[in-house]
């Protein structure tokens, strides 16, 4: 896509899959083939991204919806729709070659942290660490050797904020070659698009906010360079971890009610928040303003316990943006991964709870919260 969408997100996501072709489906059927009739050999021997449908690793009707109408929305050129998060993550760092260097937040999904020190044990990659305070300090780590920025906000589960625009415009003045890469898996494009502020390359853990049912594994990157789209199409159709059509039909779906969704998230988890704030027990909350993520630190380890055992609208289980709230202790799981004095120092203690506020009424998980807290 080359140019700008102007209909509305809503618009976008509601036809998502409204297809003009065969017996005219309003929602596109899914798609169970394996592989597809060649219309002629030169299609068959032809090898660009654009030939058309071949065999399924390669491409497939229902992900390339949710392709197109994830490019659409976070304003790039090519979406790849995979596996999982994790497996987006991969796809990005595909292009690293050994000796190449990484630079990352030192505040990101645990997972990274793993994969960043396998590729750098593994493969030669040089992995570095920022802060997150000084723009400056970032750019000092930066040589000619570093080709990927890493970046996440809000941070999870700290909820940290970063200017994605501040930061690709100082990475891309010291070379503009460097890719600035943003886990927006928190915001969704219905609150940010960091491309659209500078950055190359976006992705999602489509498990969370765009699945919004907790019901499916995905990941997403979209990109704005075509160059780059041909480069992470090769790797993916080469390792095979290419998101099933029927996993594709059920996320987009979910797209269709992610403005409604997004919306209803942050309304409740404003006002959980709010009550948060002055609840017993509760020192500290953050909330980054938007979507439906906040976290919380208690008085003490004996009411973590108590809260994590006590919660009955409220799940006590490992994951984010769905339709049912869940509460989770980043320090032993989410983040289990990153270094004890790195998670001590990030302000991910024992004592910090995460919690991704569904779409149940508001008032009956603040009851929930209320009588977990033991008031
Ligand atoms: C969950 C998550 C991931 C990993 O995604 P999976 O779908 O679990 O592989 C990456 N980044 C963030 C911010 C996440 O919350």
């Not at 299609?43 to 497939?60: C, H, K, N, P």
């Not at 300090?137 to 625009?165: F, Y």
Request: include cysteine; aromatic fraction near 8%.
């Amino acid at each position: 896509m080359t140019e700008k969408d102007k209909r509305a997100f809503e618009t976008i996501v509601a036809e998502a899959g409204s297809i003009k072709d065969g017996a005219n489906p309003v929602s596109q059927p899914i798609y169970l083939s394996a592989c597809y009739r060649h219309p002629d050999l030169r299609q068959a021997i032809t090898f660009d991204r654009l030939r058309g449908y071949t065999y399924s690793r390669v491409e497939a009707p229902n992900r390339k919806v949710v392709e197109e109408t994830l490019a659409t929305l976070e304003e790039g050129c090519q979406g790849f729709a995979v596996a999982s998060g994790m497996a987006a993550i991969q796809l990005v760092l595909s292009i690293l070659h050994t000796g190449d260097e990484l630079v990352s937040l030192d505040d990101l999904y645990g997972g990274d942290f793993r994969y960043f020190r396998h590729v750098e044990s593994h493969y030669g990659v040089i992995f570095k660490q920022w802060d997150g305070r000084k723009v400056a300090d970032l750019v000092k780590l930066l040589n000619e050797k570093t080709r990927i920025v890493w970046l996440e906000t809000p941070s999870n589960p700290t909820m940290k904020k970063l200017d994605i625009q501040q930061i690709a415009a100082a990475v891309h003045a010291y070379n503009k070659d460097i890719i600035v890469a943003v886990d927006n898996t928190f915001y969704t494009p219905y609150y940010q698009k960091p491309l659209t502020e500078g950055a190359d390359v976006v992705i999602h853990s489509a498990t969370k906010y765009l699945g919004g049912h907790n019901d499916i594994l995905g990941g997403i990157v979209v990109v704005k360079d075509e160059k780059l789209a041909d480069d992470y199409f090769q790797f993916t159709i080469t390792v095979g971890d290419t998101m099933s059509n029927f996993d594709a039909w059920l996320l987009t779906r979910s797209l269709k009610t992610l403005p409604l969704r997004m919306k209803q998230h942050a309304a409740s988890a404003k006002k959980i928040a709010k009550f948060l704030e002055t609840a017993p027990h509760v020192e500290k909350v953050l909330y980054p303003g938007k979507a439906g993520m906040i976290s919380f630190y208690l008085d003490s380890e004996a009411e973590v316990e108590r809260v994590l055992n006590s919660v009955k609208v409220i799940t006590f289980a490992e994951s984010l943006g769905g339709a049912e709230s869940l509460i989770t202790i980043p320090y032993y799981q989410t983040h289990d991964d990153v270094e004890a004095d790195q998670r001590v120092r990030l302000g991910i203690t024992t004592k910090l709870l995460r919690l991704s506020v569904g779409l149940e009424d508001p008032d009956d998980l603040i009851a929930d919260l209320r009588q977990a807290l033991g008031d």
